[in-house]
């Protein structure tokens, strides 16, 4: 079975902190995904990777940066954070095919105070 | 405005009834997916059905989908207080090179033991 997980399911940081999440996975999947949840929006893409050190922003990318140094892992930067990026924050693999089945970890729900 | 639409927005049974959760979207696509999320929880993929696919079968879910209605619907049945979650639809519309899905703001289904 696929294991995708979070470094934290829940994480209260403050204004103006330099924010980490991480994500790994664990089937040498291609594809890793961030995406924020946030209730009445559904989920909304941040950035994605298809590969070692490539990226493209999704939806939403401002104020977020990420990191793909190793095909497992993939980390979501908050460089400033800010109240408004208060919410449940996804991570998310695929094999090939981005747009194939995707697997997703736990969820880290942050509350910026 | 979102590409997949999940309707109704909450939905809720008794145990042993048949659940139906509907999908609409705008624009053509490659393949339909539905998800689950448990409460507080990540988002488990459910069935993946493809635009030249009419019908998918699951064990105890069904989904169909009609390109000409740019529609689909996930069937429970039988349903056990277990399937109590939010649905969600993601469509990967075929017309968008960015290689990404497009999710819906999901159906919050309650199962009433």
């Known amino acids: 079975d696929v294991k995708v997980t979070q470094s934290s399911r829940y994480l209260v940081k403050r204004t103006g902190e330099k924010v980490f999440l991480e994500c790994v996975q664990d089937m040498d999947h291609e594809n890793m995904f961030w995406y924020r949840q946030d209730p009445g929006l559904g989920l909304r893409l941040i950035y994605f990777s298809y590969d070692v050190k490539m990226k493209e922003k999704g939806d939403i990318p401002e104020g977020y940066s990420v990191s793909r140094e190793k095909k497992e892992r993939f980390s979501l930067i908050l460089e400033s954070a800010s109240t408004n990026q208060t919410s449940m924050y996804l991570c998310a693999s695929s094999l090939f095919d981005p747009r194939d089945e995707q697997y997703f970890g736990p969820g880290t729900r942050l509350t910026v105070t | 405005s979102q590409q997949g639409e999940e309707d109704p927005q909450a939905l809720s049974i008794q145990e042993g009834e048949n659940a139906t959760m509907n999908c609409s979207y705008k624009?053509?696509?490659?393949?339909l997916q539905w998800y689950r999320q448990n409460s507080g929880r990540g988002l488990v993929h459910l069935i993946l059905?493809?635009?030249?696919?009419r019908e998918k079968h699951s064990g105890r879910l069904r989904v169909t989908l009609d390109t000409s209605k740019k529609s689909s619907s996930l069937l429970i049945t039988a349903s056990r207080a277990a399937d109590t979650a939010s649905y969600f639809c993601?469509?990967?519309?075929?017309?968008?090179?960015?290689?990404?899905?497009?999710f819906g703001s999901g159906t919050r289904l309650l199962v009433r033991p």
């Open positions: 624009t053509s696509i490659n393949n």
């Open positions: 059905i493809r635009s030249n696919e």
């Open positions: 993601a469509t990967d519309p075929s017309m968008d090179s960015s290689y990404k899905l497009i």
